[in-house]
């Protein structure tokens, strides 16, 4: 008996791709800051910095969870 | 068929995470960027024929400085009514009051030592009285070989090759930043009449440049004016006002001297003249030279801040008869910056800077030399305020200019490159300056376990890679 198989392919809207990619650059860019900031010995910077990219983080992994399957 | 799609979901999961994975690697590598770009920079040649620095694209060199001048208005100044000299300040206060001053100076002195106030201690002291200098003079030392004593022909370039070699040069005595303008009848004003001991500076026709006891003599063919910085430690000056705070400033006037003094005997060694400073901030007026010559723009602070070091600077100038490639002034938006920040103004103890939104011709006090659109700083009030309040040099509204920073965070870049083209954000900026604590005083006693680099400034940062 043979089995039956569904590949099912579902295409983002580009829009969607480009809000990634802007999403990921934020928390390059945050994370840098982060990092560097400590380097400058700026520790409230540094800190704003760090929970910026964690809530950003999070943000993200909230949203990718919600529209996992959408 | 739930196995299938489980199975799915992990690929897409893994694919996710190796992105990030390799997104977080990538992150790594590029916190560091900054430091390696500058050595990169630093290792590499001159880009421009005259050395002149590849700035970003928001440094726009412009034909007129940002500070309005009217050239008609402006006169050579007498530096003995500067403030900074004790002549000039008694002049303004009266004696009695700058002995008050001085005795409440000392009882601070005194008592920070006593009781171990941080900045205030024998160590800070001592650090601050520690930095001895090589002393200036208006026509250098003399003591390098001319190219006639060795036989040979002097020196001969293009001024761009001769602007070049200077600037290279002076990068290796420790200047920041270099620049150039040709003197003319209206910025030859910028030179003092008189300096602060009491010699008249005048402009002959003599080949050679010369001195006695009433007199400079400055050589017209000496009309080529080299304006240059010298970066101050913005770690250090975070502990202002206090005296270890303040020593990066004196540390600084230090070292240029030497750097001076090197500029003099280099350019007697290539076969030509290079006049400056008899003493500290002597001779002419060199942060507008330095604005002249696009290093800088005037400020809130009534000083010359730079695009790349804020206002952690000292600037100095020097005349030569070597004919250099010259530089223009610059627009990076800091003046209009000043416009909206008034952070210095704020942060200032004695109220001494001015909170007018846009800067004015009307002069202070007989300290400022009128002819120019500015912020007028009361300078009495500043150096009544070094000596009653904190016994030493001031230097908090260096400290809290939001443009003191370090170049290790990418943050600071775009926030000059968005304030130079988008002036309507700079009261946003100025928020976000405050909101993440740049500005704030730091620990004096907390300096001594800091593991600075060479004068506690990055040498590294590089002048601007466009």
């Given at each position: 008996?043979?089995?039956?198989y ?7 809207a580009?829009y969607e ?16 800051n982060?990092?560097a ?8 910077a ?6 910026i ?13 919600l529209?996992?399957?959408? | 068929?739930?196995?299938n ?9 893994f ?9 977080g690697a ?5 916190a ?30 412009v034909?007129?400085p940002?500070?309005e001048?009217d ?12 403030t900074?000299?004790?002549p000039g ?7 009695d009051?700058?002995?008050?001053l001085?005795?409440?100076a ?11 106030i ?9 650090l ?20 006639e ?6 020196w001969?370039?293009s001024?761009?090759?001769?602007a ?5 040069a ?5 200047a920041?930043?270099v ?5 003319n ?6 030179t003092?009449a ?5 010699k008249?500076l ?8 010369s001195?006695?006891d ?8 000496c009309?080529?004016v080299?304006?240059?910085t010298?970066?101050m430690s913005?770690?250090?000056?975070r502990?202002?006002?206090?005296p270890?705070?303040?020593?990066t ?12 003094a090197?500029?003099q005997e ?5 076969g ?13 007026i060199a ?5 002249l010559a696009?290093l800088?723009e005037?400020s809130?602070l ?7 070091f804020g ?14 490639a ?9 003046m ?7 952070k210095?103004a704020?942060?200032c103890?004695?109220?001494s800077?001015?909170?007018?939104d ?5 002069t ?9 659109k500015a912020?007028?700083e ?5 150096r ?16 809290v200019?939001p443009f ?8 600071h870049?775009?926030i000059?490159a968005?304030?130079?083209?988008a002036p ?5 900026f100025r928020?976000?300056?405050?909101a993440?604590?740049?500005?704030v005083?730091?620990s004096?006693?907390?300096w001594?376990?800091?593991d ?9 940062q590089?002048v601007?890679?466009?």
């Amino acid at each position: 008996m043979s089995e039956k198989y569904v590949i099912e392919i579902k295409k983002r809207a580009w829009y969607e791709w480009v809000l990634w990619a802007i999403w990921f650059l934020a928390e390059i860019f945050v994370l840098q800051n982060a990092i560097a900031s400590g380097g400058e010995l700026e520790p409230r910077a540094a800190t704003l910095f760090w929970v910026i990219f964690f809530v950003l983080l999070v943000a993200g992994g909230v949203v990718w969870y919600l529209r996992r399957d959408k | 068929m739930a196995e299938n799609k489980k199975k799915r979901l992990n690929r897409r999961e893994f694919l996710r995470i190796s992105g990030l994975g390799l997104g977080g690697a990538a992150l790594a590598t590029t916190a560091a960027a900054p430091a390696k770009s500058s050595q990169k920079f630093q290792g590499g040649k001159f880009s421009d024929p005259a050395g002149r620095p590849n700035r970003p694209w928001w440094v726009k060199t412009v034909d007129e400085p940002t500070t309005e001048v009217d050239w008609s208005k402006v006169a050579r100044y007498d530096e003995r009514f500067g403030t900074v000299r004790g002549p000039g300040f008694a002049g303004y206060v009266g004696e009695d009051e700058v002995d008050r001053l001085s005795a409440a100076a000392k009882e601070l002195t005194l008592k920070g030592m006593l009781e171990d106030i941080d900045g205030y201690t024998l160590k800070d002291q001592a650090l601050k009285s520690a930095h001895v200098g090589y002393g200036r003079s208006f026509m250098g030392p003399q003591r390098a070989d001319t190219p006639e004593e060795r036989g040979v022909p002097k020196w001969e370039g293009s001024p761009e090759e001769a602007a070049r070699i200077i600037r290279a040069a002076m990068r290796h005595f420790g200047a920041a930043t270099v620049g150039f303008v040709e003197m003319n009848e209206d910025n030859k004003k910028l030179t003092y009449a008189v300096d602060p001991d009491g010699k008249e500076l005048v402009f002959t026709d003599d080949e050679m440049a010369s001195e006695d006891d009433n007199y400079r003599y400055i050589p017209n063919k000496c009309k080529y004016v080299i304006a240059f910085t010298v970066q101050m430690s913005t770690e250090t000056m975070r502990r202002s006002p206090t005296p270890l705070g303040s020593q990066t400033t004196t540390l600084t006037y230090r070292r240029s001297e030497t750097i001076q003094a090197s500029l003099q005997e280099f350019l007697r060694g290539l076969g030509y003249q290079c006049l400056s400073s008899s003493s500290t901030n002597a001779m002419a007026i060199a942060p507008a030279w330095g604005v002249l010559a696009g290093l800088g723009e005037m400020s809130r602070l009534n000083r010359m801040i730079t695009p790349e070091f804020g206002p952690m600077v000292r600037a100095f100038v020097a005349y030569t008869d070597l004919p250099v490639a010259t530089d223009k002034p610059i627009d990076a938006g800091i003046m209009e910056f000043c416009k909206r920040c008034k952070k210095c103004a704020e942060a200032c103890p004695s109220e001494s800077l001015s909170f007018l939104d846009e800067p004015t011709w009307e002069t202070v006090g007989g300290w400022n030399n009128p002819g120019h659109k500015a912020y007028f700083e009361d300078a009495s009030t500043c150096r009544a305020y070094w000596r009653e309040g904190v016994a030493t040099n001031c230097g908090i509204c260096f400290a809290v200019c939001p443009f003191s920073k370090k170049d290790k965070a990418w943050i600071h870049e775009f926030i000059k490159a968005s304030s130079a083209t988008a002036p309507f954000l700079d009261g946003f900026f100025r928020s976000m300056d405050d909101a993440f604590g740049y500005g704030v005083q730091a620990s004096a006693e907390e300096w001594w376990n800091l593991d600075l680099p060479e004068y506690g400034i990055d040498s590294n940062q590089p002048v601007m890679e466009g």
